[in-house]
């Protein structure tokens, strides 16, 4: 059964520092989406990775994909308050046909001025 | 385009109660899906549609039933609705054929049963 668990699931911190949030899954997969979720309101779309070393950026989060880790990362630079929502990370569950996601518990971020 | 829009936004239902969520996306995607969101566990996939007239099921399907009868519109079912499906209700579409594409998601259905 795959499963996937993010870390930290609470982040707190300012402005301006650097962090980083770990999603982890348990069966071989190689494509992993990252969604970000703001208070009340839908799944956004933020980046989609399809191969082992797979890395994109956007403005100031960059994602990461080890698939022989079984694990991809999502790089938070320099912080700004703008980014504070929960950020989810789901792993293909097949390979061909419907593609059913699982998601990770999702991570709420919290930046302070 | 409205991409995926889901009816209604908030409902409140009795224990036993039965309603319908509609799921709609005018993006002519084949793939549909029903997940519910529940604090602290992520989203969960409850069922899912490869086309019109299919259906199957997911991680979570007990206490629900879909229907796909046209290509556009995914709806899910709950007849005899139990606190335990107290949610936020998310649809989502993608494309089929380039399994890698992200799914699109409606803005939610959130559902107290009490």
């Known amino acids: 059964e795959l499963k996937v668990e993010q870390n930290p699931l609470f982040l707190s911190m300012q402005e301006e520092k650097n962090y980083t949030i770990y999603c982890n899954y348990s069966t071989t997969s190689d494509r992993l989406y990252w969604y970000r979720q703001d208070p009340g309101k839908s799944l956004e779309s933020l980046f989609v990775?399809?191969?082992?070393?797979a890395v994109k950026q956007e403005g100031r989060l960059m994602a990461s994909l080890d698939t022989k880790a079984r694990l991809s990362t999502l790089h938070i630079t320099a912080a700004v308050h703008d980014l504070s929502a929960t950020y989810f990370c789901a792993v293909d569950k097949v390979r061909q046909g419907a593609q059913k996601l699982v998601f990770g518990q999702g991570t709420r971020l919290t930046i302070n001025p | 385009n409205a991409g995926v829009t889901q009816t209604p936004k908030f409902r409140v239902l009795k224990t036993g109660q039965s309603m319908t969520l509609l799921c709609a996306q005018d993006?002519?995607?084949?793939?549909m899906y029903w997940y519910r969101q529940d604090p602290g566990m992520g989203l969960r996939l409850i069922h899912y549609s490869v086309g019109e007239g299919t259906t199957a099921k997911g991680e979570v399907p007990d206490g629900y039933n879909v229907s796909r009868l046209k290509k556009q519109n995914f709806l899910l079912g709950l007849e005899s609705a139990a606190p335990s499906q107290t949610s936020v209700y998310f649809c989502?579409?993608?494309?089929?054929?380039?399994?890698?594409?992200?799914?699109?998601f409606g803005p939610g259905t959130r559902l107290t049963v009490l």
């Open positions: 990775l399809l191969s082992n070393g």
């Open positions: 993006m002519n995607h084949e793939y």
């Open positions: 989502a579409s993608r494309v089929a054929g380039e399994y890698y594409n992200e799914q699109f």
